[in-house]
């Protein structure tokens, strides 16, 4: 599990670099309705109760049931044909109903999808290149024109230029800039930009919702059991392909694998969360884990943290462990407690 990704840019230095305290719940559960709109630096990772799963992923077009779970009934069912891939998920939700749900997209949809997650190396050099480049001729022009103080004017908007285009470049692609030429995982930015792309599941769920006359509670723990148990626990590589991932898998393609880790399934769970109205949530950051908090007055015995003024009822999307909202993990509860504390990142 991991709090933010970093990792240092050594290739960079050469070039020169988020609702009212008192909602009650009948006002929230009318809120749950969707609306139509069209140098890497790996970070420590444990799945709660320290329970890692290895190994290769379960081959496609095949029934997988769960391993290591206290909880029956899980399985995942990952596959592809026709142009068309499909992951279908049982879980049980906390009230112990046994529920399914399946994600699809086509082939050319999940490839598009791929491309606005992750940056190589050589998009970067390819922006230095340009930079220098624009330097040399820039200069050339303003010492032919005026001066050298318009030669080093000319080389300050060449400079301000590719701090914009690199920081919209990672944007883009999950990830933020931040002083010292350090790039992190924009969790909070990848949350956001996955709302539309999790939108169908989200309406399903919503409609298993309604079918079993499911209040907000009953709701939220369907996802949250869905991600916790019916998605694998495993940690995704800090490059893939020639690209930086940041060791994290955009929500869409953790779906459509059926694993993911911490700060992977938190963004998955926020991203299919985020489709009902008037949701808030924050990202909780810890040393080595990421998790996540809901906007709701705490019941009794929950775990909460305060954002501006207000209870963020805790939620543990790591899995493997079985928790419901408002529980965390012995582990989690430590570092919540710990010297370093936490950090909140607002979602929305």
Known sequence: MKSHRV??????LTAGLFTLAGYLSWQWESKLVIYPVGRDLPRFQ?????????????????????????EKGTAQRIRHENGILEARYNFLNFNKDKLTISFTMTDRDYGSYLTGYGYSDTEL???????????????????KKGSKADGNKALAAVDWEYDVRLKELFRSR????????????????????????????????????TDKEYGPEETVGAVLSMVQTAIRYKIPPMMEGGRHTGG???????????????????????SILGNWSGMRLVGVA??????????????????????????????EPAGPAWLEPGTVGRNTAALLQGAE???????F
């Not at 504390?341 to 979602?347: D, H, N, Q």
Request: proline letters at 7%.
């Open 7 to 12: 990792f240092a840019l050594f290739s960079l």
């Open 46 to 70: 444990a799945a709660e109760d320290d329970e890692e799963e290895e190994g290769d992923e379960e081959a496609a077009y095949e029934e997988a049931p769960r391993q290591n779970r206290e």
């Open 125 to 143: 050099s390819n922006l230095n290149k340009w930079q220098n480049a624009t330097r040399q001729k820039e200069w050339a022009k303003a010492l």
């Open 174 to 209: 999950g990830f933020t800039l931040q002083p010292g030429n350090m790039v992190v995982c924009d969790i909070p930015g990848v949350v956001k930009s996955n709302l539309p792309f999790l939108k169908p599941l989200a309406l399903a769920f919503q409609k298993i919702s």
């Open 248 to 270: 994290l898998l955009p929500p869409a393609r953790a779906l459509l694998n059926g694993w993911g880790d911490c700060d992977t399934k938190t963004a998955l769970a926020a």
């Open 286 to 315: 810890v040393p080595g884990h990421y998790l996540m908090a809901i906007r709701r007055i705490p019941a009794k015995g929950d775990t909460f943290v305060n954002y501006n003024g207000l209870e963020y009822v805790l939620i």
């Open 341 to 347: 504390g936490y950090k909140i990142e607002p979602f």
